[in-house]
């Protein structure tokens, strides 16, 4: 990945406790079934998710807290790892630690994102990093406008997802415009991502997602209108 000011002391520590840890967990069975489920796109260690988790909490273990750069290192090194595990924790290590991050760190997730990019680690940069980062920076706002229109799909998809969990914070008229300006796309991932924003934001404000959808419904994939009223009775 590009220079990401790499290298500090406590990403290699972080990386040398993960590798300790990961590797005497290998699982090549699991691994090889984990790999095809991902229909090919990356190498697994083959280490369940549950696993994954208590590893990672052992590894940064009595770490000091990072700062910016750190968790930028940290992510990099991860993310030169073939390994999707490593990955993973990367997604885990920037949500539990975006609420110290600039806003200039947006320029490290959406390399992130726009690198070794499928859904399973897009969807928690989106939903976690990238929607903290502008929870707490609003003016990432206009940034997030140009993802939506990005070329693509995947900064698509996570300009459409960043608000997911911001229920009544959630700024309906930006992910309306967003749905509206991608509904004709022809992507399976951005047409699923139009969906679940829908659905996520119906839970509260139903009737605006139900307005929404009965206007826009001519223009929509099938796939999009199906997963936007999955939860709506009838």
């Known amino acids: 990945m590009a220079d990401t000011t790499s290298g500090t002391e406590l990403a290699e520590r ?27 796109e990356f190498p697994f260690l083959g280490i ?10 052992q590894a940064i273990g009595t770490l000091p807290r990072p700062a910016e750069p750190d ?18 924790f990367a997604c885990g290590y920037l949500r539990r630690y975006v ?25 928690p940069l989106a939903a ?3 929607g903290g980062l502008v929870a707490r920076h609003p003016r990432l706002g206009t940034l997030m ?7 693509d799909r995947w900064l698509v998809r996570t300009a ?24 004709a796309h022809p992507d399976f991932f951005v047409r699923k991502a139009i969906g679940w924003a829908l659905r996520e ?7 605006a997602v139900r307005r929404y959808v009965a206007a826009h419904r001519g223009r929509m994939s099938p796939l999009s209108v199906r997963e936007a009223l999955k939860h709506f009775a009838g």
């Open 71 to 88: 968790l930028a290192a940290v992510a990099a090194a991860c993310w030169d790892r073939p390994e999707r595990e490593y990955q993973y």
């Open 201 to 207: 934001y119906a839970k509260t404000d139903p009737g």
């Open 160 to 183: 459409l997802l960043h608000q997911l969990h911001y229920r009544e914070n959630t700024d309906a008229k930006r992910l309306f415009r967003y749905c509206t300006e991608q509904s």
């Open 99 to 123: 609420r110290l991050c600039s806003a200039s760190f947006a320029g490290t997730v959406q390399r992130l994102i726009t690198t070794k990019s499928w859904w399973d680690t897009v969807d």
């Open 145 to 151: 406008d140009d993802w939506a229109l990005s070329d």
């Open 128 to 130: 976690h990093v990238v």
């Open 48 to 57: 369940p998710a549950p696993r994954q988790r208590m590893l990672a909490r």
């Open 14 to 40: 972080v990386l040398d406790r993960l590798g300790t840890l990961y590797e005497p967990a290998r699982d090549e069975t699991r691994a090889a079934a984990m790999t095809r489920y991902m229909r090919g």
